[in-house]
């Protein structure tokens, strides 16, 4: 009875994991995609301006605060306006204000900037695409990795509960 209740738990456990991996991949696609498969996406460059340039003080969850900078630009791909707010493929915020600074100060409102596009999908437009401060992705990979493992203990320990115990016996003579 112990066993299966286990393994309910532990398939429990693998399922909410999996899930979780597949929310952050689903919100954080284009980061992810930019910032460790850089030479899967084929970009174009347009001009635009930058319409809103801001920085938000935002109180985390368990006391972890920052600074978050809103870059949005606009730019027109064959006609059509188009607006993007990322800047590069990662995160938006910092812990110290002065990052957040320096790029509100790189991209005043107003100003023209190089906007570069994914070809055929303008949708997904940046202006710092060599940039990628993908550190959280890191802390993402530990924990899945550290998921894996924790995995492969228990199918480990499970393999050595049920593999047949041989035992040696000596014979007289």
Do not use: C, W
Not at 42 to 55: C, D, L, P, R, Y
Not at 117 to 141: C, H, K, M, R
Request: aromatic fraction near 14%; hydrophobic fraction near 40%.
């Amino acid at each position: 009875m112990k066993s299966k209740v286990k393994d309910k738990a532990i398939k429990e456990i693998f399922g909410t994991f999996i899930l979780i991996i597949a929310v952050i991949v689903l919100f954080r696609y284009e980061d992810i995609k930019g910032g460790f498969f850089p030479d899967s996406i084929h970009f174009e460059q347009t001009t635009g301006t930058v319409i809103t340039s801001k920085m938000n003080y935002h109180v985390g969850v368990k006391g972890a605060s920052g600074y978050r900078f809103i870059i949005e630009y606009e730019f027109k791909i064959h006609g059509i306006k188009h607006t993007s707010d990322k800047v590069n493929f990662g995160s938006k915020s910092f812990r110290r204000k002065e990052k957040a600074e320096k790029i509100i100060e790189k991209y005043p409102v107003g100003k023209e900037v190089v906007v570069y596009y994914e070809t055929g999908n303008p949708d997904l437009a940046i202006l710092e695409p060599q940039n990628n401060s993908n550190s959280e992705f890191f802390i993402v990979l530990a924990v899945l990795g550290s998921f894996i493992l924790f995995l492969l203990a228990i199918v480990f320990q499970r393999y050595r509960k049920k593999r047949p115990q041989t035992k040696i016996i000596k014979s007289k003579k």
